[in-house]
């Protein structure tokens, strides 16, 4: 079975200041994808970055990139030069080769202060 | 296209009485799931389907939780008889196969129910 932990409930940080968001996973299963999404007070649910177990490098995406520790089983986020838009709840989530679900994290609620 | 589109955006109904949940995946993804979610238990997955057919309603609450999928562009989730801990946002979400592929998320359904 799949777990996503995510240890953060909230989160407080400065404009413009990088941010981590832990996230560490639970399966034995060798191939396997990690997702990132951000949820505004909106409410949708917004994807942000993809990383595959057997990725080389950690994958980017504009001012996102994945801090990927696979001995770890740790796809920690950072956010770099924090903006007050970023302010959202952020789940990561994990699926195995195979099943087409994804699981999510209990999320982290990340306030950018000005 | 027009995303993932779910109806009603928000629901209010009497303890008892019968809930239907209407989604619209996105045209060509063959994978649709619905989750609830909670303050208390967060995302949950409650179903999903591949071309149609349910693969895992492992996550379905109990049997008063039923889901169709009729045909590639239609899925309902249905509650008879709701009860007040049913009240959560309910989200439709859409993929194509494959292990990068994202799930696209609907504005979610809030049902409240009094």
């Known amino acids: 079975a799949q777990k996503i932990t995510q240890t953060q409930p909230g989160m407080f940080v400065q404009e413009k200041e990088a941010v981590t968001l832990d996230c560490t996973y639970d399966t034995s299963d060798p191939s396997y994808g990690l997702f990132w999404y951000k949820q505004p007070s909106s409410g949708e649910m917004i994807f942000l970055i993809y990383q595959g177990s057997y990725d080389q490098q950690n994958a980017t995406e504009g001012r996102y990139s994945l801090n990927f520790q696979k001995a770890r089983k740790s796809a920690n986020l950072v956010i770099s030069a924090s903006q007050l838009g970023d302010s959202a709840m952020y789940f990561c989530a994990t699926r195995l080769q195979g099943a087409q679900k994804l699981v999510f994290g209990q999320g982290t609620r990340l306030t950018i202060n000005p | 296209d027009a995303g993932v589109i779910q109806s009603p955006r928000h629901e209010v109904t009497e303890m008892g009485q019968e809930v239907t949940l209407r989604c619209k995946p996105i045209s060509g993804h063959d994978y649709l799931f619905w989750y609830r979610q909670t303050m208390m238990r967060g995302l949950e997955l409650l179903i999903y389907?591949?071309?149609?057919?349910?693969?895992?309603d492992s996550g379905m609450p109990e049997d008063r939780f039923s889901a169709k999928m009729p045909n590639a562009s239609f899925s309902t989730l249905k509650i008879q008889p709701s009860e007040p801990r049913d009240s959560a946002v309910y989200f439709c979400?859409?993929?194509?196969?494959?292990?990068?592929?994202?799930?696209?998320f609907g504005q979610g359904t809030r049902l409240t129910v009094v």
């Open positions: 389907f591949n071309n149609n057919v349910p693969i895992d």
């Open positions: 979400a859409s993929s194509r196969t494959g292990g990068s592929a994202e799930a696209f």
